[in-house]
């Protein structure tokens, strides 16, 4: 079993940069893990994805460039860089982890609260 708790949602101005981190409790090394994140009357979608041991990843045309996952099993951590914020990137952020190297959400078994990331124009 993994928990997920995830921090460092806030509110920011557009073309800001911020921070999301993910803390995992269990076995959570040998995991692939993702952010996924759900705007306010749309349905929960794909931000990125990275593998067990960061060695890939691949992320949604709509952030690629922008943002980063990095992760760190030493610290059973991974973290969501996010840079040149948009209005449009607001949204409930969540991660996801599970065992399959996937942007689809039925391929990740576990799944943290969500933060909230507001981005003001």
Do not use: H
Not at 58 to 79: E, P, Q
Not at 98 to 120: H, I, K, L, M, P
């Amino acid at each position: 079993q993994v928990r997920l708790v995830e921090s460092g949602g806030v509110s920011v101005q557009a073309g800001g940069s911020l921070r999301l981190s993910c803390a995992a409790f269990g076995n959570f090394r040998w995991l692939a893990s993702a952010w996924f994140r759900q705007a306010p009357g749309k349905e929960r979608e794909f931000v990125g994805t990275i593998g067990w041991n960061a060695d890939v990843s691949f992320y949604a045309a709509s952030v690629k460039g922008r943002f980063t996952i990095s992760r760190d099993n030493a610290k059973n951590t991974m973290w969501l860089q996010m840079n040149s914020l948009k209005p449009e990137d607001t949204a409930v952020y969540y991660c996801a982890a599970g065992g399959q190297y996937s942007g689809r959400q039925n391929d990740f078994e576990y799944w943290g609260q969500g933060t909230q990331v507001t981005v003001a124009s």
